[in-house]
């Protein structure tokens, strides 16, 4: 699949975030999604998850496809052209160092505002959608359904969080693995600051239930290069602990570290086949969705080429 | 050196917070927020790392502010003068209440009420706080400060002049006031140090039965305070007394006075009574006798001749106590009010409005309406009249002369009977399409379903009592639709929400708009019990409202504007009651904008009464007449403290800590501005 096409120019994310109301805001970043798909030859999201999925133990064996499997040794199971509806669980962090923002808004208002705009495109287009906020456990939880109403439903319930508490993300998984029983995609919108190893295994399970589990890093771009605030007393947002820091004096250690968690989140993740889109906050929401869904497309195409390629 | 209030030395510990904050700006005082500190190492600013103390000088100027401030909180004196032996008498705090009332002006009262003031005052020693209220003044004669601040020989001057002011006036014996006045008196003297001592209350009153109490009713006495009653007995003359109890006929000629004669003592009294013109001073009747028995109560008549005799004086003799034998009757003048009546209608018809106009306004009360005709006015000239009602079609020459009236403050009445009235009003009015509402069709007649009763056209009927109109019928009215920028207002209104009865101001002057006419085959009005007060309150209105009473009690007039002016027959003019009130009976000339008219001022009656209160009646009424147990151990305490106190307000030192306080703020500024400009800022962002 091509990629969105260059003329395409986002929305800026402070004038968005701006709006209060966040239906509008995802109204208008799904707007510019669909610009943005419509110039290119993607058909839509939905139908590229329909053709085929990997088999999972309690799949029907009536759906698995034979031929596949002969020339791959590999299981598929084909879908029929009614199943072309996606279950996808919106799985969004609350903790309190999502609400960290070096511009007017913070990491939090970026991150439910993309899960909104994520969740109004797929109602759109009739797939299912839930909700799950989750910060030290699983909070509000909105299963999975396409109805009449039921965006609303998620919209007031993305609307109604605030940021508290501290991550973890381990726990708040395993919660979510047990609520899903029926396979889906699984969208995780996080931070992922929290130590790679206290949720890596987590994420492992959920792969193994047969999710098509993908990750949202959100990060600010300050918390990138530390070009933010002055010498004095830091204070963490989750655990409280203070230090006295002189950002002038720390950057480069913090960037070396920083650089590590996130190389070994990535290989963690990615080892999994999990895909890990990391957004900064000040890039436009329309086109980091748009981006994604075409590199989503782009994996599974590529997926089912070297699936057949032996052949 | 001494401190009044050494508690509030304790406020020198506040220095702390100038040092603490000079100290803590060594650090740095901005917490930065942040999410991901875990990859973040301690690295301490460089300012952090500073020890030497900031501006040793500003530390030092803000402690000494601080320190001086706590200083003079608590009041420092220094303790030069001589201490007051402990075993010394406590120091006393009296309040003083003088009866004012007529009654205390009996013979021997008043040579008992000086006499019993000057021994108290002579009992207080240097210490002790005094105040004295008179019932018959809402300001202290002399208030307790006065009292403290007074030098010896200021003090004795203070006295003098109290004597005068508390002699005894013509006005009731409102000793509850005064007493709820001492309580507060009371209380002032407790804010100041010696509050140990309770504040004795000392009542000089002959206590006649008729004084009023009532206000003590619901008074919570307060622990600190009690009352003493010294109470002052005539010198034992018998007493008759008269008093005007009203007139026997209004409306009779010659008019005859009521008159109540009472003998209040034990023996039998032989009486006389005469009757003087109050402005000739020529006797109207001969002097009449009467023989009381003890305790008798008769009434009696006195004729008030035809000749021109406005105000009476009557005089009894033959009893010993001068002071309510006088009374003053002025007779009430009549409110003549002139009514116009434009209309074609004859006033013997029955069958038409002015019939019931003519017989509602009759005369009555001091209530006189000289109803006029229109043939006066056929020529284009309007007869003087506060008030014109108009029954029909008014020649155009007529409507501007009218408009004219209006303007001046006349008001008009126009019953509207079709649209050509409407039109009419609207012109007078100066506005365009009032026009008559149609009715609801099949309807047989219309009632008033909504009425303004706090209008003061229909304030009368405001009781629920009277409010009923629904059953007054109305078959030919004529509801009226305003215009949507209109001056009007309905006052009243039909069935269905159209206007019946429709007000608008023209100048000082008032139109008032009915919607139909007043005869009785198109409606039950004037008919109805509500026609006669109605019409007889507009009549008032149009005359500035009734006129006041010709009668009252010295102490209770007030006039009902402020625009009055008021002198005694042979005194001269007073234009300010509310500073002046009259104080002694007699008979006045007032004018309140609505022409002179003679008013006669009388003691109250109950004055007279010789009984004495009950003797449980302080008991009843919850007054506590013992003083309190005071702690032994609080009285040199208090007595220290008192002395403290008039040490240091004599010394008054603290103001001048709060002047180098000042001093040390000025100096605190400057050298604070100068360190903040000599400092180099620094840069923080990121």
Known sequence: ?311 | MSLLAPLFLLGILAVAAPIAAHFLRRRTAQRVQFSATRFLDVSAPVAARRRELEHPWLLLLRALVVALLALAFARPFFSSLPETPLSGPLPRSVVVVVDQSASMQRNGIPDQVRSRFRALAASLGPADSLAVLGTAETTPVIDAQTWRNATASTRASLLESAEKAIAPGWGASPLDDALVRALEAAESMREAPGDAVPVEIVLLSDLAASAELSGLAGLDWPDHAYLRTETIVPTATPNASLHFLGWSAESEAPRRARLSLVNHSETDLQVGVDAFDAVSQEPVRPTESYALAPRERRTIAIQIPDTPVDAVRVELSGDGEPFDDSVWIAVPSTLRIPVAYLGSDRAEDPRRARFFIERALESRDGFEARVLSLDSATDGILPDASLFVINGALQPRLVAVLRERLERGAHVLLLAAGADQLTLAAELVRESAWTPATLIPGSEDARLASIDFDHPQFAVFADPRFSNFSHIRFWRPVPIVLPESTHARAVARFEGGAAAVVEASVGSGTLLVWGGDWTPNSSQWVLSTKFVPWLRSLALRSAGGPLPDAQDEVGSWRSATDTVRWQPLDGPVVASPSTAIPSAPGLLQVDEGRGPRLLALNHPASESESRILPSDTWVRLGVATRPPEVDPAAVPAARDRLRASELEATQSIWRWVLLVVVLLLVLESIVSLRTTRAGAPVSTSA
């Not at chain 1, 395409?8 to 805001?25: F, K, N, S, V």
């Not at chain 1, 030290?136 to 965006?151: E, I, N, Y």
């Open chain 1, 1 to 311: 699949m091509p990629p969105p096409s260059p003329s395409l120019t986002g929305i800026e994310p402070a004038a968005l975030l701006a709006i209060g109301d966040l239906e509008l805001r995802a109204r208008v970043v799904v707007e510019g999604m669909w610009n943005g798909l419509h110039r290119s030859p993607f058909s839509g999201f939905s139908v590229e998850f329909s053709e085929y999925r990997q088999y999972v133990p309690g799949d029907d064996l009536r759906w698995l496809d034979w031929k596949v499997l002969a020339r791959t040794d590999r299981e598929y199971v084909r879908k029929f052209e009614d199943e072309t509806n996606v279950r996808c669980h919106l799985l969004v962090d609350t903790s309190r160092s999502m609400a960290f923002g070096s511009a007017s808004y913070s990491k939090f208002d970026y991150a439910r505002t993309l899960a909104a705009a994520l969740a109004a495109f797929l109602v759109q287009q009739r797939d299912m959608v839930g909700l799950a906020l989750f910060a030290d456990a699983l909070g509000t939880h909105v299963p999975a359904r396409w109805r009449p109403g039921h965006l609303r439903r998620l919209l007031l319930a993305l609307d109604a969080a605030q940021p508290s508490g501290a991550t973890d993300l381990s726990a708040s998984l395993e919660t979510a693995g047990r609520l899903w029983r029926k396979r889906g995609i699984v969208v995780i919108v996080s931070d992922l600051l929290e130590p790679v190893d206290s949720w890596e295994s987590s994420v492992a399970l959920l792969v193994a239930a047969g999710h098509d589990v993908r990750v949202f890093q959100v990060l600010d771009p300050a918390e990138l290069t530390l070009r933010y605030g002055r010498a004095a007393e830091w204070e963490d947002l989750e655990s409280g602990s203070r230090l006295l820091v002189d950002p002038e004096v720390a950057r480069e250690r913090y960037r070396e570290r920083l650089n590590s968690h996130l190389s070994k989140a990535t290989s963690a993740l990615e080892s999994r086949g999990v895909p890990v889109t990391r957004v900064t906050t000040d890039e436009p929401l329309d086109l980091v969705l748009t981006k994604w869904m075409h590199d989503a497309a782009r994996r599974r195409s590529g997926r089912a080429q070297r699936t057949r390629r032996p052949a």
